[in-house]
């Protein structure tokens, strides 16, 4: 029975795969370059795509080494991204998401013995907070946001700041910071930058399109993390998975 359900994961994530695929293909046609201008890189440095298309960001491998602390936010049901850097850089990884449907899928899979699996979420607040996840089994990923075309359930789960992350943890810094948080990452990351927590690679998926006409956007954060000493060094091609290199660390 254990051995049918993990076929049916290896095929679920291909699917993924080629569908993430295909939808980057599709937006990246479709791209107003004055939408986006704000996301082009700004420094030219070295990168490399970790992950497959589904999971996937751009990073410097040159800047990990097997001290580094990564932190990975959002797991939904691939690993592809946090086990190329355990492959490569032998680090400790650190992987966060509350969705039940991530808990219950990582349990499932084997995982190397430096990847670190907390099933709480990232937020500006501490506490048990509403989040929420699709009605539909076969879908993954919850948000603290209403999802935006879809029935969803609503559920309690667990958030915690970077902040008081890193002190349970006994983490006074961080290598590279992972954020694929659906939506949160507008309200996260501003509390993360007052804090003057500044991972030498800060990577985020932006999610402007779950947000339609709000006020809270990309172009915002990008500001934002510019003042903080952030600077762009590498877009999907999609331009919604982004790499931050903080360059007065």
Partial sequence: MFQIQMLKDWINSMRLNIQSKKRKKLIHR???SSDVSHL?????????WYGNSYGGFFLNPDLLNGQSIIYS???GKDLSFDN??????????FAFD???????WVNRQKKNENMHIYPIGLSNTDGYTDFNIPSKKKRISGSLLPLKGEDYDVIKVQMNTLNSIMKKLNHEKIDLLKMDIEGAEYDTIPQILECNIYPKQ??????????????KNSKDLVELMKLHGYAI????????EISFIHLKS
């Fill in 202 to 215: 800060f990577i985020v998926e932006f999610h402007d399109r779950m947000l339609g006409t709000s006020s």
């Fill in 73 to 75: 936010f959002g797991i």
């Fill in 233 to 240: 060094f590498a877009s999907s091609i999609s331009f919604e």
């Fill in 30 to 32: 479709s791209i107003n």
């Fill in 84 to 93: 190329k850097i355990l492959k490569k850089h032998h680090c400790k990884v």
């Fill in 40 to 48: 082009l890189p700004t420094v030219k440095i070295k990168k490399e």
């Fill in 98 to 104: 509350p969705t039940p449907n991530s808990i219950e």
